[in-house]
């Protein structure tokens, strides 16, 4: 019986996908359920970006990082869930957006957590968990032999974090809090690897990693919308007209840039293996959350010409510079290095520094934009290598 074969009450049969479908691609279902992700990512972002405006950058950058991982993580579940298991029936659909009902609650709490009070976002994270367990729940039913074990130890898995969750908000703020998350957290991401040591669920190459790409202009959306942002100011501040044009201006060059880069190497080389798909998803984490607070680190320079605020240029620089260059480095590391010559392999690791370095240079923006524009057109002169020299590099 395949995957599409009706059972009673018109569902499917939740069979495993063919990970070598031709032409497989992100479904509607999919592209609805990252809408709320804009919301969630939206909330976190101008929350660090009031942290930073004011000076408090651990207790922005911990709160930020935090919120990130639940948004992050809940969406990285779902989506390779969706690569292996996908039916698209009614049931399916109707798990899924109860899942975006839990994204939407944790993101109504974003502003409570950066206060030190994480209720209503855990809330939010385990209705989306518990809907994640039912669907491990139900592709147990139609899976068998290693595979089920592997749909087994998921649901089980899962579970058990969410006690832990739970537990969570019986600890006050404080640095125990953040131990105890960074704890949990990890026993979050331990579970795909007690799940499938042993058979792997199958996953889509191309559809994977079109997911992900999907989500990267999500987060890359929060800089445009960054940078509209600086031509409202400008509208309604004359004096400040030329200085927040040129930031839009800056910012737009830059989100292009770090576009261009994503979007260079052939992403679906990266998961040939599961170690691999490990490394790729797990590192996209930190890309993800340096595009999103890019966006904020922007916030933070219009703040600073009206001024809003009053940290250090060097504070405020490091505030674009920082994700900048971790975006680069992220994306270097999981889908560039394997795909690239000698020269790329130089150029992107270089740029990064230069990016860092450019915060303690005065119109660090401008110099920023020049060295991403300089990466790209690198890219430019020398494509990725091709399909023949794509050889598997030992971890």
Do not use: C, K
């Amino acid at each position: 019986m395949t995957a599409t074969s009706t059972t009673r009450f018109h569902l499917s049969r939740m069979n495993p996908r063919d990970p070598a479908q031709p032409h497989r691609a992100a479904s509607t279902l999919e592209l609805f359920f990252d809408l709320v992700f804009v919301v969630a990512v939206s909330a976190a972002s101008a929350q660090l970006h009031h942290a930073l405006s004011h000076g408090e950058f651990v207790h922005g950058i911990t709160s930020y990082g935090m919120l990130f991982f639940a948004i992050w993580w809940a969406w990285m579940n779902f989506t390779w869930f969706a690569t292996s298991f996908d039916t698209d029936d009614w049931l399916y659909r109707v798990t899924t957006i109860v899942q975006m009902g839990g994204v939407l609650v944790l993101a109504a709490g974003v502003p409570q957590a950066f206060e030190g009070n994480f209720t209503v976002p855990v809330i939010g994270y385990i209705v989306m968990r518990f809907a994640m367990i039912a669907q491990w729940l139900r592709a147990t039913r139609a899976a068998d032999g290693p595979l089920r074990s592997a749909t087994i130890r998921y649901a089980l898995g899962i579970g058990a974090a969410q006690v832990l969750w739970i537990l969570f908000l019986l600890v006050p703020s404080g640095p125990v809090q953040l131990v105890l998350f960074v704890v949990f957290a990890l026993i979050e991401i331990a579970v795909p690897v007690f799940a499938e040591y042993r058979h792997q669920t199958p996953w889509h190459p191309h559809h994977i990693t079109e997911r992900y790409g999907l989500f990267t202009l999500i987060v890359l959306g929060e800089s445009l919308l960054a940078s509209a942002n600086a031509i409202i100011e400008a509208i309604d501040d004359a004096e400040s007209l030329a200085p927040l044009v040129w930031i839009s201006v800056l910012t737009l060059v830059v989100t292009a840039s770090l576009w261009w880069i994503y979007f260079w190497p052939p992403h679906h080389r990266a998961i040939t293996s599961f170690r691999r798909s490990l490394r790729y998803g797990y590192t996209h984490f930190f890309v993800f959350a340096a595009a999103a607070a890019f966006s904020a680190g922007i916030e933070v320079q219009l703040d600073m010409l009206t001024h809003v605020s009053h940290i250090s240029p060097v504070a405020a620089s490091l505030t674009v510079s920082l994700p900048i260059a971790i975006f680069l480095l992220g994306i270097w590391w999981i889908a560039i290095r394997d795909n690239a010559d000698r020269i790329v392999n130089v150029v992107v690791p270089l740029g990064a520094a230069l990016v860092l370095l450019d915060a303690f240079i005065p119109t660090s923006i401008a110099i920023t934009a020049f060295v991403m524009v300089g990466i790209v057109v690198v890219l430019v002169v020398r494509p990725p290598i091709g399909e023949d020299a794509d050889v598997t590099r030992s971890e």
